[in-house]
């Protein structure tokens, strides 16, 4: 039983017997009839209320929640034959990645592949897209356009085409295009390493963006650091395909 009124709050006494119960001896309302009146307001104003109140105390994802799902999306059902197809490219690539991780920095095996003459277009465009933006950008461009350019080949295999395993190769290709920097760091105090077209010493990219910075003398260190990125992104890469490949199979239909 109800004894203390919804509307103003008093509390019935016992010398409120002389009003009928139900009644609020303050203010005369039924307390029956004001709250199914309130109610039915509420309900006008609101008929999906009770269906936005559990979306309301539903959380939405976070940043971190919502990039995850992202990149470890894998589809409902694979198809055998996508599958070991993946399965074997992954291992071409995981092998081929520890030849130049184990390789070192080395201008003999990084520049001896044949990966370097695919990348080296990239390079080259990199300079006149990044022209626009000084000498000393147009500079760097080339190797910063070849790193970069995977990345977003990764990005749009994720998000446009929903293939995570594509773009674990992508980021793989990223790596393996900061490894292919490295030597060419390295090489900046020496300016020894053949470039395309017979060009001279004067277009040595690193040998002039470290002379810009005068900052030649740390050469083989920014090298080493190209290298060490160049190797976290294969490792991760593996990583990242290992853990797709895994879900796909538990996922391949017969």
């Known amino acids: 039983m109800i004894t203390t009124c ?22 005369g309302i039924a307390y029956k009839k004001w709250l199914e009146r309130q109610a039915l307001q509420q309900a006008q104003q609101d008929p999906e209320g009770d269906n936005d109140l559990s979306i309301e ?17 894998v589809p409902d059902k694979v198809d055998p034959l996508s599958f070991w197809g993946r399965a074997f490219l992954f291992g071409v690539f995981f092998i081929w990645g520890w030849s130049f991780i184990l390789g070192g920095i080395s201008w003999v095996s990084i520049g001896g592949s044949f990966l370097h003459n695919v990348i080296l277009p990239f390079h080259e465009f990199g300079h006149v897209l990044f022209s626009p933006f000084g000498r000393f950008m147009s500079i ?11 990345l977003g ?44 077209r ?4 004067s277009a ?19 090298a080493q650091i190209s290298f060490g990125i160049g190797t976290l992104l294969i490792l991760c890469s593996y990583g990242w395909g290992a853990w797709l490949l895994y879900q796909q199979k538990q996922r391949m239909s017969d």
């Not at 017979?198 to 010493?201: F, I, K, N, Q, V």
């Open 57 to 73: 105390s539903e959380p939405s994802p976070t940043f971190s929640t919502r990039l995850r799902e992202q990149f470890l999306y």
């Open 204 to 222: 040595h990219d690193w040998g002039n963006l470290l002379t810009m910075t005068n900052s030649l003398d740390s050469a083989w260190t920014y």
């Open 140 to 150: 760097l461009g080339g190797s910063l356009f070849q790193v970069i350019m995977p």
């Open 153 to 196: 080949l990764m990005l749009a295999f994720s998000i446009k085409q929903r293939d995570n395993f594509a773009a674990s190769i992508m980021l793989w290709w990223s790596g393996q295009s900061f490894i292919d920097v490295s030597p060419y760091i390295a090489d900046a105090p020496y300016r020894a390493i053949p470039l395309i």
């Open 198 to 201: 017979g060009l001279g010493e």
């Open 6 to 27: 919804p509307k103003c709050g008093y509390q019935r006494q016992s010398s409120d017997s002389h009003v009928v119960a139900g009644v609020c001896p303050s203010c």
